[in-house]
């Protein structure tokens, strides 16, 4: 995964998805990817789009079938995994 800072991209280790319980991988199920449980949305989309100037009620708006408690999940659990992620600087 890669994370702008500060006007730089920045190489960060990936998150363990497997800890999250808003998501799933099942394989055939876009090739695998971790997506929320029940739906067929890469987690990917939600950080693309708020990477992108979105927030949870624009990705509310746009995408049927999320529910805003998983995105909220999803965005936790990358605040706390991240949290722990020390950069040399």
């Known amino acids: 995964m890669i994370v702008r800072l500060s006007g730089y991209y920045k190489s960060m280790p990936s998150l363990d998805w497997s800890q999250c319980p808003a998501v799933e991988s099942v394989p055939g199920k876009l090739s695998g990817a971790w997506v929320f449980k029940g739906t067929r949305m890469p987690v990917s989309a939600i950080f693309e789009n ?37 950069y040399a600087g």
């Open 50 to 86: 708020i990477a992108a100037g979105a927030n949870i009620d624009d990705i509310m708006d746009w995408f049927d079938g999320l529910d805003r408690e998983q995105v909220k999940a999803v965005i936790e659990f990358a605040a706390r995994s991240l949290e722990t992620v020390e």
